[in-house]
């Protein structure tokens, strides 16, 4: 009678396991494309104050335009994760007073909430070009559904700076639809 129950139950959960899969792979986003928001560029106009500064960059979201002949009317991201984020000093001496970089997104939306995507703390002196590390439970999704989103990238300056410092940055998604 036990073994009966136990091969009955464990029929069942196997059966709602595969169906839960299958529900999975049928509302899978069909299509991948990677996007790349190039050649953003954040100035910190001094006096900077040792610390968080944060600069920010509107960009447009234009589905269209990023999903080129796969856009139809109507369509929404799925999905949307950031793979790379690289970003560089515009003068040569931008790094030295930076020991940190935080990424981050936000909107007018007041339903959607800022995502930190990816930061590098610390920053090794001498570089001039650094990769962020993207966080792995951001979800940067719902920004692809917005007209605009603010791309905010924060510096953390080891030291009060009487100058402006730029830096441009580039961050590259993968996004499902």
Do not use: H, W
């Not at 009966?4 to 139950?9: A, D, E, H, Q, V």
């Not at 990424?103 to 959607?112: E, I, K, T, W």
């Amino acid at each position: 009678m036990k073994k009966k129950l136990f091969r009955s139950t464990l029929i069942v959960l196997l059966l709602i396991a595969v169906g839960s899969l299958i529900y999975k792979l049928l509302n899978a986003p069909k299509n991948t494309k990677n996007f790349t928001l190039e050649a953003m560029q954040f100035e910190y106009v001094g006096p900077l104050f040792q610390g968080s500064n944060p600069a920010q960059y509107v960009a447009k979201i234009d589905l269209k335009e990023i999903l080129g002949s796969d856009y139809k009317p109507g369509i929404k991201i799925k999905e949307a994760v950031l793979k790379g984020a690289n970003v560089s000093c515009v003068d040569s001496a931008s790094f030295e007073y930076i020991n940190a970089l935080v990424l981050s997104f936000a909107s007018d939306n007041p339903d959607l909430a800022m995502q930190e995507l990816a930061v590098l703390n610390p920053i090794k002196p001498g570089l001039k070009s650094v990769k962020l590390k993207p966080s792995k439970e951001a979800d940067a999704t719902g920004f692809f559904g917005e007209k605009q989103v603010y791309v905010i990238l924060d510096a953390s300056f080891m030291e009060d700076v009487n100058a402006n410092v730029k830096l441009k940055g580039s961050f590259e998604f993968e996004l499902k639809y």
